[in-house]
């Protein structure tokens, strides 16, 4: 049951793999609803449409510690969001980093702020920023690591270009595998669970019918 617990909520984890870090993003909104608390505040905001990267953005002032990260490049290469949701959940940094990031207070309804940052991979309402910046023009980094590195592209001839059905098994492999494997994992991890409690309570019985 542990194990089958920590399974689970290793799902619930939003890293930085599960999103598509090779295409940031800028999105602005107002927000409508907060869920402050770990692992992940979430701040759901109705974008606003249509999106417009707005102009000198490569230019603003960011966090130092996001400047060495790579942010000025992220900046650099950010285009604006075209994504089709009415709204998008923003997946912060933990309470207690963005409270030494500068942050102490957590955003409010109806704040408008702005964002940089990566849609999730499966989870087109889920977006993910690496920049922050609130109504009062506070710009709050949301990343400490160096972004994952995006996998190769893939070249002619290469079994993932394979028509389902041909015997390839790339296309079962990535992030696209996650949400396969993980219920026999959570199945394997309760039967062994199941059957180590059934074998304790046999071997009492056994020890008191012994004695």
Known sequence: MIVALSLLSSTFHHGWEDFRTDRPLYLSGTVTQVRWGNPHPEVRVRVAAPARLP??????????????????????RTQAFDGREEEVVLILAPVERLTAWGMPDRVTEGER???????????????RPELLVRQDGQAVRQRSVPLPQSPPPVSPGDPAEQPAGQGSTTAASGSDQGPVVLPWLIGGALLIGGGTVALTIRARRTGGKAS
Do not use: N
Request: no cysteine; glycine share 10%.
């Open 55 to 76: 102009s000198g953005l490569a230019e603003r002032s960011i966090p130092a510690e996001l400047e060495q990260l790579g942010g000025r490049d992220v900046l650099r």
């Open 113 to 127: 702020v702005e964002a940089v940052g990566y849609v999730h991979r499966e989870h087109a309402e889920e977006f």
